[in-house]
């Protein structure tokens, strides 16, 4: 009985521990930058209030609830300024790249699935590779690449095939560029897990019964990818809504991403009272294609019982 229970006590902490992790990283910040959020800007530091004052206890409780607001929620969904078109913009921007990682990425992640699995371990190794040197230091690489003098323009040139240099650098072609080589693993990983464990057989038997391979790929191969593709599609998708690095140096002025406008409202205006509102909302945006998600999984689960 005494083993039993300490069976089931250790069971119950490994449950706790991820939540405890949870509890301190992830709800008990967003916590606090959503009471930021309703709370007013003054020339202070913190620069903003009300602040909760426990001295005065159940009084001050109720006082300080009573000074929190929504109006910083109502300024930042105002369509008649920034946000609304930064928000808009990085959604655009991140479908985009989403799309074209996918374009990019599935048929790497094909041919590392079709490879001998002797050399599969390898290709894994090189496609995880990038992630050995510095984020920051790869976007930097690209400025050189891609500026008016930089080596892409230069081989082009070389070539006979443009006789002016263009313009990448600074425009949103450049930020399509930084964001699907930065995060196309991310793409990569999951659809070559997925297409990894693909039952080789159906295409077989595909074979067998005369279906051509372009038919037995989008009837067979694709819908059985289907998992890989939405949390590649979720890895790429949400972290690229917020990117603030790929815009700010690749970038030109015309490219308004939400990650820039937050980073000015928080260092450049010292507003964090706005800037908590604009990560809330952006963190329930945020939350929507991850529902979306867990509402497939959770039908193909049942689906398969």
């Known amino acids: 009985m005494a083993l039993s229970g300490e069976k089931g006590a250790g069971r119950y902490l490994v449950i706790a521990l991820p939540y405890a992790w949870l509890l301190a990283l992830f709800l008990i910040p967003f916590l606090i930058v959503f009471k ?3 709370s007013q800007d003054v020339l202070a530091m913190p620069p903003y209030e ?3 004052d ?3 206890g159940w009084a001050g409780f109720t006082v300080f609830l009573s000074e ?4 910083n929620y109502a300024y930042v969904l105002d369509y008649r300024n920034e946000f609304m078109e930064a928000y808009a913009s990085s959604l655009v921007i991140a479908f985009i790249s989403t799309v074209l990682l996918l374009l990019v990425g599935y048929p790497i992640a094909y041919a590392m699935a079709r490879a001998p699995r002797s050399i599969q371990p390898t290709l894994v190794m090189l496609v995880i590779l990038p992630f050995w040197t510095s984020f920051l230091i790869r976007v930097y690489a690209w400025i050189g690449i891609l500026s008016r003098e930089g080596f892409l323009n230069h081989a082009l040139r070389s070539m006979g095939l443009i006789d002016e240099p263009l313009e990448i650098l600074n425009t949103d072609i450049a930020v399509y560029i930084g964001i699907v080589y930065s995060y196309l693993p991310f793409m990569v990983l999951p659809l070559y897990g997925a297409l990894e464990k693909l039952d ?4 077989e038997a595909a074979e067998d019964l005369g279906c051509p391979p372009w038919k037995a790929f989008w009837t067979i191969t694709f819908p059985l990818s289907l998992p890989g593709v939405a949390a590649g599609a979720l890895l790429c ?5 917020g990117e603030f690095v790929i815009p700010d140096l690749l970038g030109g002025s015309d490219t308004v991403m939400i990650g820039k ?3 000015t409202e928080f260092t450049v205006n010292r507003s964090w009272t706005v800037s908590s509102a604009v990560a809330v909302l952006l963190l329930l945006v945020l939350v929507i294609p991850i529902v979306i998600y867990q509402n497939m999984q959770q039908r193909q689960l049942e689906a398969g019982k």
């Open 36 to 38: 930021i959020s309703l």
């Open 50 to 52: 009300p602040l909760l």
């Open 261 to 263: 406008v937050l980073w």
């Open 237 to 241: 998708f949400i972290p690229a809504v």
């Open 54 to 56: 426990l001295s005065e």
């Open 68 to 71: 929190l607001s929504f109006e």
């Open 200 to 203: 080789h057989t159906l295409l």
